[in-house]
């Protein structure tokens, strides 16, 4: 019997965003030779926004690195070579972009609890410490080893304060700098983006007031015996129905591209996420309105430790269909968010606040949020977004069904 003959195929430099156009390969996560299957993690590449870990979409051995670690490649340029197992046939190739989230213009006041995970360091050719982006520019600067500190951030990640608290001398003027400079950089990116998205998506706006106190009462009652780190907070919830709501209004779940409006198969919300530098990302929870609210919790107290501590995945950052901004209660009351293209809607909630609230012949004091929508008017029309709010005030006026 004739063995099968290995054949070869190249993994190209992912588009990690609609935002995205080129990155640096920072560290390799396997070594030439090894095995990798589908959701593995190969390499953290460096972007404007955040580090980010990449994944592999299909088996295969590693054969070849074709960029060097630091260098700056084009979205699309290959960066490895790999050969297929046993003679399976290589994988067509890929398009270079997705439909992917861009930043939005409001950011989120969530904080993750104290038990908040954080990914896993992996060991392949040296075992990567978690650490923010910023610890790692400043250790790098002071040529100090990351493994060698104790993280005092998220999971045990090494932050700028235990960089400076290792290092026997005052930082240097540069880093003040390099910080500057990255969060310059984002707010810049993030600025053209909602320019172009301004200027070319024809927005409409809707609201609607949303009474809190049913989904207060529900929390705090299934939340009493719960540890910290396990309870559910109200963000999750609101993924949560503007998942369900989008399920049910497809129309708003989707991308418009080439001229016309393309459907997602699943309901994919992302968040945007605040980071303590400056700035934002926009991961995504794939599938959320056919998870549990726990899991959405889970999902979501993940994503937001992996922001922070530059851990983001690459599979959580392409493919969202929707995306939702909340405020939280230091935020303002209302926000007009701007649409993360190529995506057609909008989420965002304002502040929880104490208002009088009509309740069949009486007046009461209730906690009332606005929720309000920006959406794509080449997709949808008003009629379409306000019965879509209309099924999102449902929701949460009944948490139960969450």
């Given at each position: 019997m004739t063995a099968a003959r290995d054949e070869t195929f190249e993994y190209a430099m992912p588009s990690l965003g609609a935002d995205m156009d080129e990155g640096r390969v920072i560290e390799w996560r396997v070594a030439r030779g090894d095995t990798v299957h589908r959701?593995?993690?190969?390499?953290?590449v460096e972007t404007e926004k955040s580090d980010i870990d990449i994944e592999i979409w299909h088996d295969g051995i590693i054969d070849e690195f074709l960029v060097d670690v630091g260098q700056l490649v084009a979205v699309g340029t290959p960066i490895a070579q790999l050969r297929t197992i046993d003679g399976e046939q290589p994988p067509a190739p890929a398009p270079a972009t997705a439909p992917a989230p861009a930043p939005a213009s409001s950011v989120p006041s969530f904080t993750p609890p104290a038990t908040a995970a954080v990914a896993t360091p992996i060991a392949a050719t040296g075992t990567r410490v978690p650490a923010s982006p910023l610890a790692r520019q400043l250790a790098a600067d002071r040529d100090i080893d990351l493994a060698g500190l104790h993280g005092t951030g998220p999971g045990g990640a090494?932050?700028?304060?235990?960089?400076?608290?290792?290092?026997?001398?005052?930082?240097?003027?540069?880093r003040a700098d390099t910080a500057t400079r990255t969060t310059d950089t984002m707010r810049k990116l993030i600025a053209e983006r909602m320019t172009t998205a301004n200027r070319e998506i024809p927005h409409y706006h809707l609201a609607r007031d949303l009474d809190l106190e049913p989904l207060e009462s529900w929390l705090a009652e299934h939340n009493i015996d719960r540890p910290i780190g396990e309870r559910i907070l109200p963000a999750a919830c609101f993924i949560r129905a503007v998942?369900?709501?989008?399920?049910?209004?497809?129309?708003?779940?989707?991308?418009?591209?080439?001229?016309?409006?393309?459907p997602a198969d699943t309901v994919n919300v992302a968040m945007a996420i605040s980071l303590r530098r400056g700035g934002l990302v926009t991961p995504h929870i794939e599938r959320?309105?056919?998870?549990?609210?726990?899991?959405?919790m889970a999902a979501l107290t993940e994503r937001v430790a992996a922001a922070r501590t530059g851990n983001l995945r690459s599979s959580w950052m392409t493919g969202a269909s929707i995306t939702i901004t909340h405020l939280g209660d230091t935020g303002a009351d209302l926000v007009h968010g701007v649409i993360s293209p190529p995506q057609v809607a909008l989420v965002g909630f304002g502040r929880s606040r104490a208002r009088p609230w009509a309740i069949d012949d009486d007046i009461v004091v209730r906690p009332i949020a606005t929720a309000t929508l920006a959406a794509d008017h080449r997709?949808?029309?008003?009629?379409?977004?306000?019965?879509?709010?209309a099924t999102l005030a449902a929701l949460i006026d009944h948490p139960e069904d969450l």
């Open positions: 959701g593995d993690l190969m390499a953290v090494v932050i700028e304060a235990d960089v400076i608290a290792a290092s026997s001398t005052p930082a240097p003027s540069s998942a369900l709501a989008a399920a049910r209004h497809r129309e708003l779940n989707g991308w418009w591209i080439d001229d016309r409006f393309e959320a309105d056919e998870r549990s609210l726990d899991e959405v997709a949808t029309d008003g009629a379409i977004g306000s019965r879509f709010l």
